[in-house]
């Protein structure tokens, strides 16, 4: 063993999200895992069986131990513990939406369960039982717990209340875009949970030694409900492999692509008619030339968005379709034409996981309308494309790439700065993060 090897550190990472979990929450815990011993941390996730169904995850407490899965590999191990089955919780499932149910939801609220789903509920309460039960001090020297679930965080305080052991707390985003928005305005049931949530985000962080979220602009944001001092900004990123140049991508379709869930709160309405919009104006044999593609767009209780999109879009090209595996997702924004992505005027500081990986992939970006010094900053200062404000910018836009494209030509992102997306890489974001946690940790020591 050399000396680089026994100098590191062992960190624990609590995140309910993790492969083969398919939703972009898991990346991040995943590129914290490929990275984090480039920079002297030996990482191990803890996290559920997602090989499995929820509903298949549960046990008894004399099965827990019998059950718990781990792997190893050159860069982390993995612990997946099952989910301790309470007949409580199961009842309260049933009753959602009763009296019952919004009683228990006030007394979570009270005590700091901010989860307030049953089986979300049990799911923490498992972990906590296997933190107390399975590890002791020595075993690592810090933790991070990954925002959302709650619950991460609350571990994370009682761990270190009761045993002693550093930790970090990790935010991919804010409990709700509502805390950003600049016309906030909430139901009274939404403020209250709100205080709730700000008061135990307070307490929660009140020992950690750092904080970190994605953007500058949600640093102030948690920093204001927390009143912690040290808050970094760690981005959502990609890996390195995926930056490439633009390669001239099949001529025989020009292709429109928007990539994973869109939001109410997004400014969509602009993006679906101006690209209704460049269509309309476009001879029958150009517009059958061009292909929509929403992928993995189509979700339950989208259907305020989705009927927006087939409304306007239902004659065309259109292909919308259900959630992709990553690759396949990358591969389709590799091949696209136009990448395009729908803003919000709304909400400060809002990164979508997804613009991380459009940058890298070299493939025009429109994105609009202007935000709030988040992702038209970041296209505009990557040069990774091209910002509109409303239908007609972006129907000009689109018309201007497909002659680009009808001519045989590709869209050369003359100003793509790549050494600043580097920077994005998940593997540089890590490596800040490593580096403030060591720092805080020599601080301690």
């Not at 030339?289 to 259907?303: D, L, N, S």
Request: glycine share 4%; aromatic share 14%; proline share 2%.
């Amino acid at each position: 063993m050399n000396d680089s090897e026994t100098k590191m550190k062992k960190i624990l990472i609590l995140s309910y999200h993790f492969p083969p979990m398919n939703v972009i929450a898991s990346q991040r815990a995943l590129g914290y895992a490929n990275h984090f011993k480039k920079f002297g941390f030996e990482p191990t996730i803890l996290t559920f069986d997602w090989s499995k169904k929820i509903e298949d995850q549960y046990c008894t407490k004399s099965d827990f131990e019998l059950l718990i899965k781990k792997e190893i590999n050159d860069e982390y191990s993995v612990i997946r513990i099952p989910v301790l089955r309470n007949n409580f919780l199961d009842w309260m499932g049933r009753k959602e939406g009763s009296v019952y149910y919004k009683f228990w939801v006030l007394k979570c609220w009270f005590t700091g369960d901010l989860d307030v789903r049953p089986d979300v509920i049990a799911f923490g309460r498992s972990e906590k039982y296997y933190i107390e039960n399975f590890i002791k001090t020595s075993d690592y020297d810090v933790v991070l717990g990954i925002f959302s679930p709650h619950f991460h965080l609350k571990n994370c305080f009682e761990f270190n209340r009761k045993k002693g052991i550093s930790y970090a707390l990790d935010f991919r985003d804010l409990w709700t875009n509502t805390a950003a928005n600049i016309d906030q305005q909430t139901g009274f049931v939404e403020r209250i949970r709100d205080r709730f949530i700000k008061k135990y985000w307070k307490r929660f962080s009140s020992k950690a030694k750092l904080l970190s979220i994605v953007g500058n602009e949600w640093v102030k944001e948690l920093s204001n409900f927390t009143q912690h001092s040290n808050v970094l900004s760690i981005y959502n990123g990609f890996e390195n492999d995926l930056v490439s140049e633009k390669e001239n991508v099949d001529f025989d379709q020009f292709r429109i692509v928007y990539s994973g869930t869109l939001y109410e709160w997004q400014d969509y309405q602009i993006m679906i008619d101006g690209i209704q919009d460049f269509l309309i104006n476009l001879s029958l044999e150009n517009r059958n030339q061009v292909e929509i593609h929403f992928p993995g767009t189509r979700k339950p209780g989208f259907e305020v968005v989705l009927d927006y999109i087939t409304n306007r879009l239902g004659e065309f090209n259109l292909n919308l379709t259900e959630r992709i595996p990553k690759e396949e997702a990358l591969k389709i924004q590799r091949n696209a034409n136009v990448l395009l992505f729908a803003t919000s005027s709304k909400i400060r500081g809002f990164y979508s996981g997804k613009i991380f990986e459009y940058i890298s992939s070299g493939t025009p970006i429109f994105a609009g309308p202007l935000d709030e010094k988040a992702v038209c900053d970041l296209i505009n200062e990557t040069g990774s494309g091209f910002i509109y404000n409303d239908q007609s910018q972006l129907s000009n836009l689109l018309a201007d790439s497909f002659k680009i494209w009808e001519d045989k030509s590709s869209f050369v992102l003359n100003n793509r700065n790549l050494k600043l997306i580097r920077e994005f890489s998940r593997e540089n974001q890590t490596k800040i993060l490593a580096s403030e946690i060591n720092k805080t940790l020599h601080d301690h020591n």
